[in-house]
């Protein structure tokens, strides 16, 4: 699994105009599935995202996690993070799960993060969807669980 991760002041994502998740201050997540993932990276995952130091403290360091914060996430499927650009023109989605496997893993991995206790806000898998935010920092991070 692979995820672009945000730090954001606030997001949403929209589906044919009309707002599908909703956060204030948290992360946005852009997650990918490929074919070899499992629920253990999906666990791992949860688990890396929600206590990853990446919050200010109150001396501006990078010391507080998002449990610390009590902040939300968005959490968006986002298919073409496993798409390859190394050769021609148009990218090769030849390692994104299909979307049966991708969106079963999807949903356990957002499962686990509310285990944790976060608020967990998504897109509609499979959709176009329209997502805006107010990126903190920026912060900008990839995670992977290979």
């Known amino acids: 699994m692979r995820i672009v991760l945000q730090r954001s002041k606030n997001a949403k994502v929209t589906v044919n105009g009309e707002i599908v998740g909703e956060i204030e201050s948290g992360l946005v997540l852009l997650v990918g599935v490929t074919h070899e993932d499992g629920e253990e990276d999906a666990v791992y995952l949860a688990d890396k995202v929600v206590n990853l130091r ?5 001396n501006g360091k990078m010391n507080h996690s998002l449990l610390d914060t009590g902040g939300q996430i968005l959490s968006v499927s986002q298919f073409t993070l496993y798409g390859d ?19 079963k893993l999807y949903e ?7 285990k944790k206790g976060i608020s967990v806000e998504t897109g509609i898998f499979g959709a176009m969807m ?6 903190d920092g920026p912060v900008t991070l990839i995670v992977e669980s290979k």
Do not use: T
Request: hydrophobic share 35%.
């Open 85 to 103: 650009c190394r050769k021609g023109r148009r990218p090769n989605f030849m390692e994104a799960a299909k979307p049966e496997q991708a969106e």
């Open 130 to 135: 329209d997502v805006s935010l107010i990126n």
């Open 108 to 114: 356990f991995f957002n499962e686990e993060l509310r």
């Open 54 to 58: 990446i919050f200010e403290d109150e």
